[in-house]
């Protein structure tokens, strides 16, 4: 089983859908989650932290359920821009801690 | 902000010779950097970590004495690729993280293509 999972889609929506990705991660000793987005041939950027107690940032909203260990990433009112893939990122453990990034879930936002 | 800088974006490059890549912290200090390297519609996948003053730590099936890295400063890592070879035509990604628990900053990737 691989420490963190994404379903790869891609997944095709219209504009102004609202679009969910969920990632599960394997380690317990998780600590911290992130939500990056890579554009084709780019450099990931990170789009949001995501924090215990859910976060949003405009529309997007993150959220982290440990007890299931799982993190999702809520995108509402699609836009054509939001095309790309989105990725899951874990940090296992404390100090100078291991990084492990999700393959990616692709999303094509389609007029 | 935690801005990293990569040089050069892109790379052309006979079979047989070295390149390097250069990754820079601009506005932080980063006793940490990653080295990541990425093949067409698959994901990340870390080569080797990068420590100032010491050695760095490669990830298993990655050769260290084929890609060289140097993290001489604070601020700069480089990763060199020895007698590349076709097979070696990837995205090379840094990033550095400013804090604990703070998110990875990238820099913009070096697309090698080896001829």
């Known amino acids: 089983r691989k420490e963190v999972e994404q379903d790869p889609g891609p997944f095709n929506v219209p504009e102004g859908a609202t679009v969910a990705f969920n990632c599960t991660y394997s380690?317990?000793?998780?600590?911290?989650f992130f939500w990056y987005r890579q554009d084709c041939r780019k450099e990931p950027k990170l789009l949001m932290s995501v924090y215990s107690s859910g976060n949003e940032d405009g529309r997007f909203t993150a959220q982290l359920n440990r007890a299931s260990q799982y993190i999702s990433l809520l995108i509402r009112d699609s836009k054509l821009s939001d095309s790309a893939t989105y990725l899951c990122?874990?940090?296992?453990?404390?100090?100078?801690?291991?990084?492990?990034f999700g393959a990616g879930t692709r999303l094509f936002v389609k007029a | 902000g935690a801005v990293v800088s990569q040089h050069p974006s892109r790379v052309i490059c006979k079979s047989g010779t070295s390149v390097k890549i250069e990754c820079r912290s601009l506005d932080f200090q980063a006793t940490t950097m990653f080295w990541y390297r990425q093949f067409p519609k698959q994901s990340l996948m870390l080569m080797a970590t990068s420590n100032e003053g010491s050695k760095a730590t490669y990830e298993q099936g990655v050769e260290k004495d084929k890609f060289l890295i140097n993290h001489a400063s604070l601020t700069l890592s480089t990763l060199t690729v020895t007698s590349a070879h076709p097979e070696d035509s990837s995205f090379y990604i840094c990033?550095?993280?400013?804090?604990?628990?703070?998110?990875?900053?990238f820099g913009s990737g070096t697309r090698l293509t080896v001829v």
């Open positions: 380690n317990s000793a998780s600590q911290s």
């Open positions: 990122v874990v940090n296992i453990g404390t100090g100078g801690f291991k990084t492990i």
């Open positions: 990033s550095a993280r400013k804090e604990l628990n703070y998110g990875y900053t």
